[in-house]
C-alpha cells in the first residue's frame, strides 16, 4: 500500500475506512473531529471514554452524511443484559439509528456465550452492523483467525497494539492472517502513550519521532488496515493527517523507527503488558 489517502476495504464488512481512525478519550472539543472528516478521515471511534463533545461530533457529522463516515461503539461490560441498554442510551446521545461497528473491549480471553449473544441481539435489530473485538492477549487472536476463516467467528474486525517499541504482532498475529479470508486489522497505541514521542526517553544523540511518523510506522505494515488516533486537540489531529500525505516509511525510516522502539521498549515498562510479552517483545 502505497497512498495512505485512499480509503480501504474493512476486512469483509463492504464499509471502506480510512487508514486514520479517531478515538475519542481525550475529546473535548468537536469542532476539529468534524474538520477532520471534512479532511477525509471517516472512522469514529466512540469508545472507553465515551465524551459528550465526541458525541457531538457523530450527531453532526451524520446528519451531513450519515453513509460516508464508519461509527464505532465500544462496550467493556461483561454482564450481557447491560449491554443492550448501554448501545441505546449511545444511540440517543448521537442522535442516530445504528452503529456500524459494535466493538467488546479488552477480552483476553473469550467473551462468553451470553456477551456473544446480547451481542449479536443488537446486530439481529439492526442496532449495530457488524462485531469486534480488542484484545491484549496478542497469541489469542490465531484461534480467532481460525474460525474467521471456517466462518465460525462473530466478528468481523480485530484491534490490537502494535507500534515500533511493541511490535510482537509481527510474530504472533500478522503472519496467521490468510489472504483468502482476511478480516479487519485496526492498531491502537502508535506512540506507546506518548513515550515514542518523550526526547528524555530517546537513545543518546537521538531526536524524538514526530508523532506522524508513529502511526506511518504501523500504517506501512500490510496487514493493518487502520490505525487509531486520540487527539486532544486540532495540533495533535492535524499532525495525525499528516501521516496521511506523508505515506509509507522508507527502509531508512524504518529501521531507524525500529532501533529507537528497541530502546525504548527495553528501557521502559509498557503501562500494562500483552499476553505474548514473556517473549522477547521485539524478537524477530
Same mark, same amino acid.
Given at each position: 500500500? &502505497?497512498?495512505?489517502?485512499?480509503?480501504?476495504?474493512?476486512?469483509?464488512?463492504?464499509?471502506?475506512?480510512? *487508514?486514520?481512525?479517531?478515538?475519542?478519550?481525550?475529546?473535548?472539543?468537536? @469542532?476539529?473531529?468534524?474538520?477532520?472528516?471534512?479532511?477525509?478521515?471517516?472512522?469514529?471511534?466512540?469508545?472507553s471514554i465515551r465524551r459528550p463533545a465526541?458525541? *457531538?461530533?457523530?450527531?453532526?457529522?451524520?446528519?451531513?452524511?450519515?453513509?460516508?463516515?464508519?461509527?464505532?461503539?465500544?462496550?467493556? &461490560?461483561?454482564?450481557?443484559?447491560?449491554?443492550?441498554?448501554?448501545?441505546?442510551?449511545?444511540?440517543?446521545?448521537?442522535?442516530?439509528?445504528?452503529?456500524?461497528?459494535?466493538?467488546?473491549?479488552?477480552?483476553?480471553?473469550?467473551?462468553?456465550?451470553?456477551?456473544?449473544?446480547? !451481542?449479536? *441481539?443488537?446486530? +439481529?435489530?439492526?442496532?449495530?452492523?457488524?462485531?469486534?473485538?480488542?484484545?491484549?492477549?496478542?497469541?489469542?487472536?490465531?484461534?480467532?483467525?481460525?474460525?474467521?476463516?471456517?466462518?465460525?467467528?462473530?466478528? $468481523?474486525?480485530?484491534?490490537?497494539?502494535?507500534?515500533?517499541?511493541?511490535?510482537?504482532?509481527?510474530?504472533?498475529?500478522?503472519?496467521y492472517l490468510k489472504a483468502s479470508a482476511?478480516?479487519?486489522?485496526?492498531?491502537?497505541?502508535? &506512540?506507546?502513550?506518548?513515550?515514542?514521542?518523550?526526547?528524555?526517553?530517546?537513545?543518546?544523540?537521538?531526536?524524538?519521532?514526530?508523532?506522524?511518523? =508513529?502511526? *506511518?510506522? !504501523?500504517?506501512?505494515?500490510? $496487514?493493518?488496515?487502520?490505525?487509531? =488516533? @486520540?487527539?486532544?486537540?486540532?495540533?495533535?489531529?492535524?499532525?495525525?493527517?499528516?501521516?496521511?500525505? @506523508?505515506?509509507?516509511?522508507?527502509?531508512?525510516?524504518? @529501521?531507524?523507527?525500529?532501533?529507537?522502539? +528497541?530502546?525504548?521498549?527495553?528501557?521502559?515498562?509498557?503501562?500494562?503488558?500483552?499476553?505474548? +510479552?514473556?517473549?522477547?517483545?521485539?524478537?524477530?
Amino acid at each position: 500500500m &502505497t497512498d495512505f489517502r485512499t480509503p480501504v476495504p474493512f476486512g469483509q464488512t463492504g464499509l471502506q475506512v480510512s *487508514r486514520l481512525g479517531i478515538g475519542s478519550s481525550f475529546t473535548r472539543d468537536s @469542532a476539529f473531529i468534524e474538520e477532520a472528516v471534512d479532511q477525509g478521515v471517516n472512522y469514529l471511534y466512540w469508545g472507553s471514554i465515551r465524551r459528550p463533545a465526541f458525541g *457531538r461530533a457523530i450527531k453532526n457529522v451524520a446528519l451531513k452524511n450519515r453513509e460516508g463516515v464508519v461509527l464505532t461503539v465500544q462496550s467493556y &461490560t461483561r454482564v450481557a443484559a447491560l449491554m443492550a441498554p448501554s448501545i441505546e442510551i449511545a444511540l440517543r446521545r448521537a442522535g442516530i439509528e445504528y452503529f456500524d461497528v459494535l466493538l467488546l473491549g479488552k477480552w483476553n480471553a473469550p467473551p462468553s456465550q451470553a456477551l456473544i449473544d446480547a !451481542a449479536q *441481539r443488537l446486530k +439481529d435489530a439492526g442496532k449495530v452492523h457488524h462485531l469486534m473485538i480488542s484484545t491484549h492477549n496478542r497469541p489469542s487472536l490465531q484461534e480467532h483467525f481460525r474460525r474467521f476463516e471456517a466462518k465460525e467467528s462473530p466478528f $468481523d474486525a480485530f484491534m490490537l497494539r502494535y507500534n515500533a517499541a511493541n511490535r510482537g504482532a509481527e510474530r504472533d498475529v500478522f503472519p496467521y492472517l490468510k489472504a483468502s479470508a482476511r478480516p479487519g486489522i485496526v492498531s491502537y497505541t502508535a &506512540t506507546r502513550w506518548g513515550q515514542l514521542l518523550d526526547p528524555s526517553k530517546m537513545p543518546a544523540g537521538q531526536p524524538a519521532p514526530l508523532a506522524r511518523d =508513529c502511526y *506511518r510506522f !504501523a500504517l506501512s505494515h500490510p $496487514d493493518v488496515n487502520m490505525v487509531l =488516533c @486520540a487527539p486532544a486537540n486540532r495540533e495533535q489531529m492535524q499532525e495525525a493527517i499528516r501521516a496521511l500525505d @506523508a505515506g509509507p516509511l522508507d527502509a531508512e525510516e524504518k @529501521a531507524h523507527l525500529e532501533r529507537i522502539g +528497541d530502546h525504548v521498549s527495553a528501557k521502559y515498562k509498557p503501562q500494562f503488558n500483552d499476553g505474548g +510479552d514473556d517473549v522477547e517483545e521485539n524478537e524477530n
